[in-house]
């Protein structure tokens, strides 16, 4: 029979504009998060983190929010350039291991 | 430094054949991990060594599957017999025992089983 494959959802923005990308965690007891950006043909790559004492988390570009009252992730880049464009995942530390959520892909429009 | 390494980069083999992928993790790393990405079921993690010994391979598939990691500089994920629905790409990690618990990725290695 044919093979169903994964929908990842899709954010398409915008050049220029902000993203915002969500993410669920499940485990109330993670007390590390990651952000991981992949593209086409490579491994993830880190992007930002956070820790379970904190609610957000600002990089180069990107800011990271944190909502433990509701198990919430989400990654937000500024000023969203073409090579932004990729697969995000977030991950959740549980006892040394990450878990990863299933992504989300940006694309970028010029 | 060079990054995780991983050979081969692409590996296109036949149905019952045995597969042997293999992974250098950063210098002074001390944990190594294996995952596999497919469509259907995401970034999966395999197993993982803490100075060369296996710690978790709760997400070893199957007994076909078998991973070892006889020196802090090398690791290997053999699957034997392959089958078709091995295909995927598998990716090698490895991070350091102290800070966060960043995992630094290598470029994977994409595995065809006809």
């Known amino acids: 029979g044919e093979s169903v494959g994964l929908h990842l959802p899709t954010l398409s923005v915008q050049e220029g504009d902000n993203s915002i990308i969500n993410c669920a965690y499940s485990n109330s007891a993670s007390d590390y998060f990651i952000w991981y950006k992949q593209e086409s043909g490579k491994g993830p790559q880190f992007i930002i983190d956070?820790?379970?004492?904190?609610d957000k988390r600002q990089g180069q570009r990107v800011t990271v929010l944190l909502n433990k009252t509701v198990k919430h992730l989400s990654l937000q880049i500024a000023a969203t350039q073409p090579g932004d464009s990729a697969v995000y995942f977030c991950a959740e530390n549980q006892a040394g291991k990450l878990i990863f959520g299933q992504g989300t892909e940006l694309s970028v429009k010029p | 430094d060079a990054g995780v390494i991983q050979s081969p980069r692409h590996e296109v083999t036949e149905m019952g054949q045995e597969v042997t992928l293999r992974c250098k993790p950063i210098?002074?790393?001390?944990?190594l991990f294996w995952y596999r990405q497919t469509m259907m079921r995401g970034l999966e993690l395999l197993i993982y060594f803490n100075n060369n010994v296996p710690i978790d391979d709760s997400g070893m598939p199957e007994d076909r599957f078998s991973a070892k990691m006889p020196n802090a500089s090398f690791s290997t994920l053999k699957i034997q017999p392959s089958e078709p629905r091995d295909s995927a790409v598998y990716f090698c990690a490895s991070r350091w025992d102290r800070g966060n618990n960043e995992q630094f990725f290598g470029p994977g290695t994409r595995l065809t089983v006809l």
């Open positions: 956070i820790r379970s004492n904190m």
């Open positions: 210098s002074g790393h001390d944990y």
